[in-house]
């Protein structure tokens, strides 16, 4: 397993008399995508302020690589920051702003220029090196924003909700780039509000509510364990003879909700072997099927279950 790059542990931050994070602990793996999910004021962008070096009135400790962050002086040459505005020069080429955050990073002119290049293909920008960034759509500055933080090739990319504001299409193309970086060798860590992005993108999530750490775990195993169970649907033209059967099935959990209509349903992991079984049984049984549905459980269903009932988020 990835020794952590970095340790949050037993942290606290405080404005005045509000607690922002209250005693949260969790390591960032090196070379994973790590996501901090959350509802609003949770707490998420406190911690990564912390992690940034950009607050340091906080009580626990914060390891980088073993050593306490407070003393990693070398650490801002190292990670990099993606915040939710769009932190260039607007009225600049987008060539011209990655040449002037290269040398912001200490590159020589020509060194800056040969980055900036490099950085123009890396991040599909090459078409709009002449552009002004101000005129970018916001996905493609939402690119700029990523290839401007990633210029000095950090070994953390921390980035503060990086689709919000873009359409759902360019939105696949930052997860791509960050698919990129991450095998390149790069930990990245996001803030989302977007289930399916957390979802797919993240390899573990963090998951935070009113400043506290419920769960940290990879998406599939939080799903299992938050989400509910998976069902089917069915709708099929001899219920009676299905529901005599499906009530003698001890794996199988099965609720009638219309005259017709069943939602069957099984434990976590065992829903291909539930579609085989049912499949054989309504063949074999001449039982004709109407419709046909198929829901598993996913993130959004941990935040109805998990954060709305259990902790009354709503």
Known sequence: MPSPLVSVSNVTIKYGGFTAVDGCSFDVKGGEIFGLLGPNGSGKSSIIEVIAGLNRNYSGTVLVEGKDLRGARDWNSRFGLVPQEYSFYHDFTVADNLRIFGRLQGYSGQE?????????????????????????????????????????????????????????????????????????????????????????????????????????????????????????????????????????????????????SFEVYCAPGALTVLITKLDNFLESNRINIIEEHVYEPTLNEVFLNYFQQTLELK
């Open 112 to 260: 800056a220029r040969r980055q900036a290049e490099e950085a123009l293909a890396r991040f599909n920008l090459s078409p709009y090196k002449n552009k002004i960034a101000g005129n970018l759509s916001g996905g493609y500055k939402r690119l700029l924003n990523i290839a401007i933080a990633s210029l000095h090739n950090p070994q953390l990319l921390i980035l503060d909700e990086p689709t919000v504001g873009i359409d759902v299409n360019f939105r696949k193309s930052v997860w791509d780039v960050l698919y990129a970086l991450r095998k390149q060798g790069v930990t990245v860590m996001i803030t989302t509000h977007y289930m399916e992005e957390a979802q797919l993108l993240c390899d573990r999530l963090a998951l935070i509510s009113n400043g506290q750490l419920r769960i940290v775990d990879t998406p599939a195993k939080i799903i299992e364990k938050y989400g509910g169970k998976p069902y089917i649907l069915l709708r099929v033209d001899k219920p009676d003879k299905l529901e005599s059967a499906l009530r003698q099935l001890p794996t199988v959990e099965c609720r009638r909700v219309g005259g017709d």
